[in-house]
């Protein structure tokens, strides 16, 4: 009897994965790397809408798995994250997040945020400050609201749960990500595994996820969550405009690092992001152990 023979799926290097019931919550998924050194710092990485921690981190994974430990958490509806009845908001994600490092024993950490993980991160800063002993934010924002015709913008975005929910979708999506690689890219082998990935996301909580980060503004609080910080500003983001990158950058009063790429430069400038998100962390690493030492 002959079976049909399949390719085998190629993936990166992906830590340990674990799962976590957190009372009253749900059960969380997440990547925990432990460094060798118990007193390395540990860093919690937060990823953007639509992504995963895997499909955000993986180009930077091993090389902050040689410098620190860390925990990459699934936000709610997002990959094998959290599923709820209750509608996504991202302090409810912070909160998920705050409780996992409680959990887990391994705070204060040092918040790594990439787009949507940029306002999660100021919120576990808001919220749990004693969790947070620096901040790194990657292409994301003060704010997405100000302007009338951005409001109108994120009014479209159930459109996004029709297609989501297509059966076109998953070949769409893998022609998609070859488009944004380009000929010959070196991530191009993990295209299959991308997408599959992408397939695990909820599309209600997506939509959800969408519409709560509409309503986010940080113009208020942002000057006031005073831990170090650091920002990777992508100079060339269609998505989230540098000059809105910038204005978060000023209010944390931020080390600022540049990437010339679009908004998924993980993926496409995976080795500099790599690189870019190490030195950022090492800076906000050093700022927190001088303020640490001069109190």
Same mark, same amino acid.
Do not use: C
């Given at each position: 009897m002959s079976g049909a023979s399949s390719t085998p799926l190629l993936?990166?290097? +992906?830590?340990?994965?674990h799962t976590m019931v957190l009372e009253g919550r749900g059960e969380v998924f997440y990547r925990h790397h432990r460094h060798a050194d118990p007193a390395a710092p540990t860093l919690l990485l937060l990823h953007g809408w639509t992504a995963s921690a895997d499909l955000q981190f993986f180009t930077a994974y091993e090389e902050l798995a040689e410098h620190y430990s860390f925990v990459a958490i699934d936000h709610r509806g997002h990959g094998r994250g959290l599923r709820s009845p209750d509608p996504f908001e991202l302090a409810d994600a912070a909160d998920d997040a705050a409780l996992l490092i409680e959990r887990l024993g391994v705070g204060p950490v040092i918040t790594v945020g990439y787009s949507m993980g940029g306002p999660i991160s100021a919120l576990v800063a +808001?919220?749990?400050?004693?969790?947070?002993?620096?901040m790194v934010v990657q292409a994301t924002a003060l704010e997405w609201r100000a302007?009338?015709?951005?409001?109108?913008?994120?009014?479209? =975005?159930?459109?996004?749960g029709f297609i989501l929910r297509t059966r076109a979708y998953p070949k769409l999506m893998r022609w998609s990500i070859?488009?944004? @690689?380009?000929?010959?890219?070196?991530? #191009?082998?993990? =295209?299959?595994?991308? %997408?599959?990935?992408v397939r695990r996301n909820d599309s209600f909580h997506i939509v959800q996820a969408g519409?709560? @980060?509409?309503?986010? /503004?940080?113009?208020?609080?942002?000057r006031t969550l005073g831990v170090p910080a650091a920002a990777l500003v992508t100079t060339r983001d269609r998505l989230v405009w540098p000059s809105k990158q910038r204005q978060l950058a000023e209010a944390l009063n931020a080390f600022v690092i540049e990437l010339h790429d679009d908004?998924?430069?993980?993926?496409?400038?995976? #080795?500099?992001?790599?690189?870019?998100?190490?030195?950022?962390?090492?800076?906000? /690493?050093?700022?927190?152990?001088?303020?640490?030492? %001069? #109190?």
């Open positions: 993936m990166p290097w +992906l830590p340990p994965g +808001l919220r749990h400050p004693h969790l947070v002993r620096g302007r009338w015709y951005e409001r109108f913008q994120w009014k479209t =975005v159930h459109l996004l070859r488009r944004l @690689l380009g000929e010959g890219h070196e991530l #191009a082998k993990y =295209v299959p595994w991308v %997408a599959a990935e519409q709560s @980060l509409s309503r986010y /503004d940080a113009r208020e609080f942002a908004h998924i430069a993980s993926w496409t400038s995976g #080795a500099e992001f790599s690189k870019a998100t190490l030195q950022l962390v090492q800076h906000v /690493d050093a700022a927190a152990t001088a303020a640490a030492t %001069a #109190a």
